[in-house]
Every structure is written in C-alpha cells, then in structure tokens.
C-alpha cells in the first residue's frame, strides 16, 4: 500500500519511482487523473532524457483535456506499491506534472477519505507486466 498526499487544489498525489535503462531509480510525485483513461502513465519528454527507455511506438493521438496531442509510447519500468512493473509510457511535451492514469484502478484499490487525509493506492493482482 502506498498513501498518498492531497494537493493544494485537493488533486491526488502518490509517490512513484521511476527506474532508469541503467537501473537508477528517481522518486518522483505523480498526480492521478481519472480522466487519463488511456494510459498507465504520462510524463514530459525532458524526462525522458535521463531514463533512456526504449520506443515502443511513435506519433499517436489522443485527445486530453488541453485538446488534441500527440505522443510517444516508451516501453518504461517502474516501481510502485513495492512490485516493479513494466508498462507502455506516453511521452510528450508540455506535459507539466507526472500523471498515472485510471488504468491503475483495474489492479489496485483506491481508498479516499479526504475529511481524514487518508489516501492510499493498494495492489490487488501481482502481475509485474501490464499491457
């Protein structure tokens, strides 16, 4: 289980680490967006430089709430709730904060009681590679 911190504008933040081509693991705060229903994760492309993932499929579209964008799906490594997974990463510019999408919510459990600043992600499934 991972808790979580409420923004200043009650947005959802949980703790991630992302691990690098090389094995380096940088933690980071990434905001969950319902509203990314397409993807398990969404950072900017300066990002990008330091992990050196590998390209798995270049130039989609997609609509966000800012409109019509295009991105680069990386094929990225990161650990949350404990367990390293594997999972398609979209990477664009003007992407201002990390984000992980409602997909999360397929295997794991989201409990919010924001009156008690309680916010937890918790995994449900152990399966270490998403598609």
Same mark, same amino acid.
């Given at each position: 289980?991972?808790?979580?911190?409420?923004?200043?504008?009650?947005?959802? $933040?949980?703790?991630?680490?992302? @691990?690098?081509?090389?094995?380096?693991?940088?933690?980071?705060?990434?905001? $969950?967006?319902?509203?990314?229903?397409?993807?398990?994760?969404?950072?900017?492309?300066?990002?990008?430089? @330091?992990?050196?993932?590998?390209?798995?499929?270049?130039?989609?579209?997609?609509?966000?709430?800012?409109?019509?964008?295009?991105?680069?799906?990386?094929?990225?490594?990161? =650990? =949350?709730?404990?367990?390293?997974?594997?999972?398609? @990463?979209?990477?664009?510019?003007?992407?201002?904060?990390?984000?992980?999408?409602? $997909?999360? $919510?397929?295997?794991?459990?989201?409990? @919010?009681?924001?009156?008690?600043?309680?916010?937890?992600?918790?995994?449900?499934?152990?399966?270490?590679? =998403?598609?």
């Amino acid at each position: 289980m991972i808790s979580g911190s409420f923004g200043d504008n009650g947005e959802l $933040l949980f703790e991630i680490e992302l @691990v690098a081509a090389n094995d380096d693991k940088f933690s980071i705060e990434a905001l $969950l967006d319902t509203g990314f229903t397409d993807g398990w994760l969404a950072i900017n492309t300066q990002d990008l430089e @330091v992990l050196e993932w590998s390209l798995m499929t270049a130039q989609i579209e997609m609509r966000t709430a800012r409109g019509e964008a295009r991105f680069d799906i990386y094929e990225g490594k990161l =650990i =949350i709730d404990g367990t390293e997974v594997i999972i398609p @990463v979209h990477v664009g510019d003007d992407i201002p904060d990390t984000i992980i999408g409602s $997909l999360w $919510l397929d295997i794991m459990q989201l409990v @919010v009681n924001k009156p008690k600043r309680i916010l937890t992600l918790e995994r449900v499934e152990s399966n270490e590679n =998403i598609d």
